[in-house]
């Protein structure tokens, strides 16, 4: 199948290299944004967004929530993944089938094929929030990639390198964007600056982030 097929409703795809390993696929998910949503909601009725605690003591600005079979979590005890969400004692909801798919299509795109995520941890910023830098670390299987899905307001994604000193690269993420993120990149220091006010159709005054991973 040629790889423009995979774009609903472009003719041509939209891959750009960031790195070795790393792709950003422009409005990939443009074309399933509104069923995003409306999964997303069913997950934030049973597991709503939070904001959780840094190991230092920080009450992170962004809001979180998961689904998927382990949820990443926060807390003056460390980062870690875990099967119940802290909040409720109950698991994490199921990770919708419209989720998985989109997250294994990206992948395949990406170069990186039978990716099957069993987490994704999502992520809600409202104006002025932000992630500092970061390596994503805690999962057990650095081989599989991860995949970032954005909707909402656009942000500014920090893409650094292997030490948290390397300049970073400011890339534009808007909504339907998916970053692709592995290999030689994958353990690479990242961040979204602090996200600026707006109005989106989507999402009202707020940008949403899916960041599926393979953490078991
Ligand atoms: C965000 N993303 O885009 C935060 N991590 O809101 C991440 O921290 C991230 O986009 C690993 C791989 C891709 C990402
Ligand atoms: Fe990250």
Redesign the pocket.
Known sequence: MPLGDLFAGKATPAVENLAPGAVLLRGFAAGKAAEMMAALERVVAAAPFRRMTTPGGYVMS?EMTNCGQVGWVTDRRGYRYQVTDPATGKPWPAMPPEFARLAARAAGAGGYEGFVPDAC?V?R?EPGAR?SL?Q?KDERDFDAP???V?LGLP?V?LFGGARRSDPTRKIR?ESGDI?V?GGPTRLFF???APVADGEHPLTGRC?I?L?F?KAL
């Open positions: 962004v941890l992520n910023y992630l970061h994503d991860i995949v970032s954005s942000a994604f993420l970053v993120w990242h961040g979204i940008r982030n960041t991973r």
